[in-house]
């Protein structure tokens, strides 16, 4: 082969080896390219959100502190009506203790002590005359059945000396003097 056909070869050869790393080297710097555009600045946005999650989770740790001390001061409210409403007056008391009583018993003492000590209620003590011991029976079972009286104890039952006539017949009726206590709580 002449030597100048060689040469040629040996050119072309060369030039078609350049191309191709040439070519190489160009899809290179074109595939980072494309990687830099298409993947790293997507992933931006899912920094910059991630950022602004990071903000959304700060203002809604200040909203729970918030809520916190709003819970916190209205539970000091709820604890102190609680301190009044556990001291309310006697009104309800005599109220249910007129809807207790039956037609034949009658108080002649009442007598209400709020002790500080006890912390649970009010000491109750009942003092009274009933025309018979059933009477009075109906009146123990129904105050001892309603949830304000608790603790309701017969202290003592005794005939009493005092005397009456009946509007029906003259003979005098002998009165049972009683005695209850009891601790009132109010619900």
């Avoid at 190489?24 to 494309?34: K, N, Q, S």
């Avoid at 003492?109 to 912390?119: F, T």
């Avoid at 003590?125 to 608790?150: C, K, V, Y």
Wanted: aromatic share 8%.
């Amino acid at each position: 082969m002449p030597a100048r056909i060689v040469y040629r070869r040996r050119v072309v050869h060369r030039a078609c080896f350049w191309s191709v790393c040439l070519l190489t080297a160009l899809a290179m710097i074109a595939g980072a390219f494309v990687y830099q555009t298409r993947v790293i600045k997507t992933q931006r946005p899912v920094l910059q959100s991630l950022d602004e999650i990071q903000m959304l989770l700060g203002e809604r740790t200040s909203l729970l502190k918030r809520i916190r001390a709003e819970l916190q001061s209205l539970n000091q409210q709820r604890m102190a009506l609680a301190k009044i409403t556990k001291n309310q007056s006697y009104c309800q008391v005599l109220w249910r203790l007129s809807e207790i009583f039956n037609d034949e018993t009658w108080l002649t003492q009442l007598s209400i002590d709020r002790s500080r000590e006890m912390g649970t209620g009010i000491q109750m003590g009942l003092t009274g005359l009933s025309i018979s011991n059933a009477t009075l029976g109906n009146f123990m079972s129904r105050i001892s059945i309603d949830p304000m009286f608790n603790d309701v104890r017969l202290v003592y039952a005794k005939e009493g000396s005092r005397r009456i006539k009946s509007t029906s017949s003259d003979k005098p009726l002998k009165l049972i003097q009683f005695q209850i206590e009891s601790l009132v709580t109010y619900r």
